[in-house]
């Protein structure tokens, strides 16, 4: 059981930079692999990145690549979304999960956060 909670969303111009965090409590953090996805108004939950356990194994949508860095700190129990050079595009509300395995669909994970707003201007 983990109960994850995301913060570090706000409003930033075209080209900036964000970190989210996530922070998870429970005992069972580090057994489980994280992701981060995002939902725009009108568009389904699409995933972004997501890390395994150990952190040794990462994975990123084409979207992102290169802009954006998942990491995560098992002694902290926190997951963080490092976005770089961020695009009008990147405008969503972004959500943590923890899951089984390192999937890239919102069925492979089993415990979601409530979500942070990430606003990129133009």
């Known amino acids: 059981q983990v109960q994850l909670v995301e913060s570090g969303g706000g409003l930033v111009q075209a080209g900036g930079s964000l970190r989210l965090s996530c922070a998870a409590s429970?005992?069972?953090?580090?057994?489980?692999?994280m992701g981060w996805f995002r939902q725009a108004p009108a568009k389904e939950r699409e995933f972004v990145a997501a890390?395994?356990?150990?952190?040794?194994?990462?994975n990123y949508a084409d979207s992102v690549k290169g802009r954006f860095a998942i990491s995560r700190d098992n002694a902290q129990k926190t997951v963080y979304l490092q976005m770089n050079s961020l695009k009008p595009e990147d405008t969503a509300v972004y959500y943590c999960?923890?899951?089984?395995?390192?999937?890239?669909?919102?069925?492979?994970?089993?415990?979601w956060g409530q979500g942070t707003q990430v606003t990129v201007s133009s």
């Open positions: 999960a923890a899951g089984n395995g390192m999937g890239t669909t919102t069925q492979r994970y089993s415990y």
């Open positions: 429970g005992r069972a953090f580090s057994s489980y692999a």
């Open positions: 890390i395994r356990w150990s952190g040794s194994i990462s």
